[in-house]
């Protein structure tokens, strides 16, 4: 795909819409589309940045649609949005909400989007499918701002009281998934132990509620919600042998970051400026959440913070990426650094 150029400048507000259906869109479509899977080019030169700058500089941006969830996490691509960093790497940018991790790969797939944010996991499990997805940016770490929750009647104090319990996690195949199952390990249980649903972070304080599961991962903004409604935090999805895990980043197809180097540039050094602007910074994200979620910032002030990381991790995503092989997840090792792009 080449870079689509404009001249016109919009308000970044304008430049917004969502994906009502992403995960309905066909994965197929993007190992047909795609053309191959060759080695990264070597990007980055001179000459580029000097086209960039000169496209900024005559007002003419690459337009690039932006696929991301909305959590508070994903706060860096608004922030990098709204505070013109996008438009000052030369990124004329069209934020597209989709339904979660594993949406973002069939809304990429389709075309709906350039670039997404994804957990590492489904963009792992893609690649490993065969698909030319690519790594480009790092975003947030596992750390206080995802917990697991239970009702405070239910007995359950810790990850080796979930034997014979179900636990909630937004989607099967994803990063929570695996931090689950290595936790398990560790406890001296295992997979089998505990039934795994899906279930949307939404619902899921009122699922423990009702009964109807018996533990939960929620993410920020969710864990707010999950204790203003009487719920208990036993621990972190990410501790243990998942500590510090990668979570999630930003990804494309090998080819779109192949003939568009200037803009997978552009991008990074945007998340880069923009994560600088929020990194422990509550008072930014209280402003700016409540403009793309349902989240208030009465709410955002009672929330642990995102821990955040603009480059891959590709040694911790390796680490990951070897848990998914031992739980099943992939049937054969992934490289991860020949499903990352680098310049």
């Not at 929570?176 to 560790?186: C, I, N, R, W």
């Not at 040694?315 to 090792?333: P, R, S, T």
Request: net charge negative; aromatic share 6%.
């Amino acid at each position: 795909m080449t870079p689509r150029l404009t001249s016109a400048r919009r308000p970044p507000a304008h430049r917004r819409r969502t994906l009502a259906s992403a995960g309905l869109l066909s994965i197929a479509a993007l190992a047909l589309t795609a053309c191959g899977s060759g080695s990264p080019s070597s990007t980055g030169s001179g000459s580029e940045d000097a086209s960039t700058s000169a496209q900024v500089a005559s007002g003419e941006l690459h337009e690039v649609s932006i696929g991301y969830f909305p959590l508070v996490h994903t706060s860096t691509i608004v922030n990098a949005d709204e505070a013109g960093y996008l438009e000052e790497s030369g990124i004329d940018a069209e934020l597209v909400q989709t339904q979660g991790g594993a949406a973002a790969i069939p809304a990429l797939a389709s075309g709906n989007v350039d670039v997404t944010y994804a957990n590492y996991t489904s963009a792992l499990l893609a690649a490993q499918q065969g698909l030319p997805i690519v790594l480009i940016a790092g975003n947030d770490v596992g750390a206080d701002d995802h917990g697991i929750y239970v009702d405070p009647a239910s007995g359950i104090e810790g990850i080796a009281d979930l034997r014979g319990k179900s636990f909630a996690v937004n989607n099967l195949q994803n990063i929570g998934t695996v931090a689950l199952y290595a936790q398990l390990e560790e406890a001296g249980l295992s997979p089998q132990d505990v039934e795994v649903l899906e279930m949307p972070y939404p619902d899921m304080a009122a699922a423990v509620q009702n009964g109807n599961v018996d533990a939960i991962w929620q993410v920020e903004p969710f864990q707010a919600v999950s204790e203003a409604a009487g719920l208990v935090k036993i621990g972190n999805l990410f501790a243990g042998p998942a500590a510090d895990m990668p979570v999630a980043g930003w990804i494309t197809t090998r080819d779109y970051a192949e003939a568009n180097p200037e803009v997978i540039t552009g991008l990074r050094e945007s998340l880069s400026r923009s994560i600088e602007d929020l990194d422990g910074n509550r008072e930014a994200f209280a402003a700016l959440v409540p403009e793309f979620t349902t989240v208030t910032a009465e709410v955002v002030q009672e929330i642990d913070l995102p821990v955040f990381a603009a480059q891959v991790d590709v040694a911790k995503v390796q680490e990951g990426a070897d848990l998914m092989l031992e739980y099943k997840l992939i049937d054969e090792a992934l490289d991860v650094q020949g499903a990352t792009y680098t310049d």
